[in-house]
């Protein structure tokens, strides 16, 4: 969600804090700020709309000095405006917050009553001063006083604190909110993310929940939220700064629709066991005799993944599996025993609905497996084990490499799962393996017909809306594309499996409507092909994905997108790359914030 950035060092910190923000756009935001501690006070400037209009405030009133905190804020409480962005200055107290204060009513009016004024519509503005009266009580330190005031506040934050009484030092601290700390030579960091430190160092300390961190010029102490001392190393990000950058690309989400041949191959590294005919996980201990049911939890396009993860376990293992909106799993009071298992699937690593509900199936005696592309995110640290999926930081917010990262990794677990419990023949494990060592060569093949989607996209772009179809494996595909295109072009988009469609949405077709059928050689093939027909007799506009050498389909639609032929199992890594492509080009006709589309966030760390 909202961008964090902190430093005390010996640079001038302002372009370091619109830098770092700047690396932490992608995470979507409304309005910025940043404070300086400038000629012996700090100072606050913060605007709504972006960074280039910060900055433009900058120019006529620049802010000089070696400590300051900035912000990238992302609307939770109050309306997007100047007075409601970060940083909030209480007093001596400046403070930046990610995250939400579930009782700030109760503190708010507690607040007042003391004869307080707030002057924003915010939560964080609370916080502000709960600190400044921790100072101007009996607080000894700046660290003592955050400590304190964190015992009144109830929720998810991650915060950065500085304070004119004490301009030596950072203070931050952590609940269910990433904070990552970065240690330079005579500098140090505080970011939400690595991208926004990368440049600087690659030690990272990353906070734990109910972690206090004191940030000065030479030194980073940690303590819980009961002052006692925390000892952690650093860790070495393996990942450079470079990989974060559009590499002549115009666009994030265009570079990375052309990364996930690499990205396929780099979680697919490692973990194939061709002697064995089998797939080799991070924790190799999972044996299906021991799970009496699976679940797969996770939000927007990780949920799509595992839609079809669903069908790859269950085809393989003959283990049940039930797929939960995180957002949807702890409020139903679901049966879990110590007889499951709970995979919990997410980009960031930080999905503040998908941590919950991990914590919920653990807290039940669940065994745990985190699926993330984020090192030591707070989701992998929280689970009994971690698969990694190894995309690289993906930047555009509508995911493209997280998701076809997350597929392979399921669909390993699925083989891994399978072997292990003898319900998945050698000969299958082997075919399987074959097509996924196959499979980056054959998502390249899809990506380079980059142009014919672009054509695509000029004639059914000003649509008002799509219809996506598919059965099986693909109906979950057909979710992700109508989902990438309502993501950035802002169209209406559905999807739904191809044999409901006459159960509601065939009231919707015409002549002007745009149906995309996912349609490759299969199980389905046949019964997609009559759904197919019934919409192209109510005149629909019919855009088919189908295998390459089907030379029958092209009489049932209006364009034809081939992808490689492979087995089912492997076919949707090959059927949503078209689906990608669509949607980004029709963006780009649009005009559209292709990287950085409106009311989203990359990582949503509230719930």
């Not at 964090?4 to 804090?17: A, S």
């Not at 709309?49 to 804020?73: F, N």
């Not at 030379?551 to 890594?573: C, M, N, Q, R, W």
């Amino acid at each position: 969600m909202c961008g964090i950035v902190g430093y005390i060092g010996e640079r001038d910190c302002t372009p370091v804090l619109i830098e770092g923000l700047r690396r932490l756009e992608y995470r979507g935001y409304d309005s910025a700020g940043v404070a300086v501690w400038d000629r012996g006070e700090s100072r606050v400037i913060r605007c709504r709309g972006k960074l280039g209009q910060l900055e433009e405030l900058l120019k006529t009133s620049p802010l000089v000095g070696r400590l300051g905190i900035g912000h990238t804020r992302w609307a939770t409480h109050g309306r997007p405006s100047d007075e409601n962005a970060h940083p909030h200055k209480v007093g001596s107290v400046s403070v930046v917050h990610n995250g939400i204060i579930e009782n700030h009513v109760p503190l708010r009016a507690e607040l007042v009553a003391q004869g307080r004024k707030f002057s924003s519509e915010t939560d964080t503005e609370i916080i502000a001063h709960l600190v400044d009266a921790e100072l101007a009580a009996s607080a000894p330190s700046l660290a003592e006083a955050v400590r304190r005031a964190l015992a009144k506040v109830r929720g998810a934050y991650a915060i950065v604190v500085m304070s004119d009484r004490d301009p030596g030092c950072l203070v931050a601290a952590k609940n269910a909110s990433p904070l990552v700390l970065g240690l330079g030579q005579g500098e140090n960091f505080v970011a939400s993310d690595i991208p926004a430190v990368l440049p600087y160092t690659r030690r990272m300390m990353f906070l734990e929940e109910g972690e206090v961190a004191v940030v000065t010029r030479t030194d980073i102490s940690l303590m819980d939220l009961n002052g006692a001392p925390v000892t952690r190393p650093p860790r070495e990000i393996t990942w450079s700064a470079v990989q974060a950058e559009k590499a002549g690309y115009r666009h994030f989400m265009l570079k990375e629709i052309h990364e996930q041949p690499r990205a396929v191959t780099d979680t697919l590294r490692g973990r194939l066991d061709l002697q064995n005919k089998s797939a080799l996980l991070d924790d190799t201990t999972l044996e299906p005799s021991q799970i009496r049911k699976i679940f797969l939890v996770a939000c927007g396009t990780s949920y799509h993944a595992s839609l079809i993860g669903k069908f790859w376990i269950e085809q393989m293992s003959r283990v049940p599996v039930e797929v939960d909106l995180a957002s949807e799993f702890r409020y139903r009071d679901p049966v879990v025993t110590d007889g499951d298992l709970l995979v919990a699937i997410s980009q960031s690593g930080e999905t503040a609905d998908t941590l919950a509900a991990l914590k919920e199936a653990r807290g039940r005696g669940a065994r745990t497996l985190a699926i993330s592309n984020v090192l030591d995110a707070s989701i992998p640290r929280a689970a009994h084990s971690s698969f990694y999926t190894h995309a690289g930081p993906e930047i555009g917010v509508a995911s493209t490499k997280a998701f076809s990262t997350q597929l392979v990794s399921l669909l390993l677990l699925a083989i891994h799962l399978g072997r292990r419990a003898g319900t998945l023949p050698m000969d299958t494990a082997d075919q399987l393996l074959a097509e996924l060592l196959a499979l980056p060569a054959k998502m390249k093949d899809v990506i380079d017909q980059g142009g014919q989607m672009q054509v695509i996209a000029r004639r059914y772009g000003h649509a008002r809306g799509f219809l996506f179809l598919g059965r099986g494996t693909q109906y979950p595909i057909a979710l992700e594309g109508a989902l990438k295109l309502k993501e950035i072009s802002y169209i209406h988009a559905e999807g739904y499996p191809a044999g409901e469609m006459k159960h509601g949405p065939i009231a919707l077709i015409d002549s002007e409507l745009p149906v995309v059928v996912l349609a490759p050689k299969g199980p389905y093939y046949e019964k997609t092909l009559s759904n197919l027909s019934e919409v192209r007799a109510r005149e629909g506009k019919v855009i088919v994905v189908a295998t390459r050498g089907d030379h029958e389909i092209g009489a049932h639609a209006d364009e034809v997108v081939f992808v490689p032929e492979t087995v089912p199992e492997v076919a949707p890594l090959l059927t949503v790359l078209p689906l990608q492509l669509l949607a980004y080009h029709v963006a780009v006709l649009k005009g559209t914030d292709v990287d950085q589309p409106r009311n989203l966030a990359k990582s949503v760390t509230v719930e």
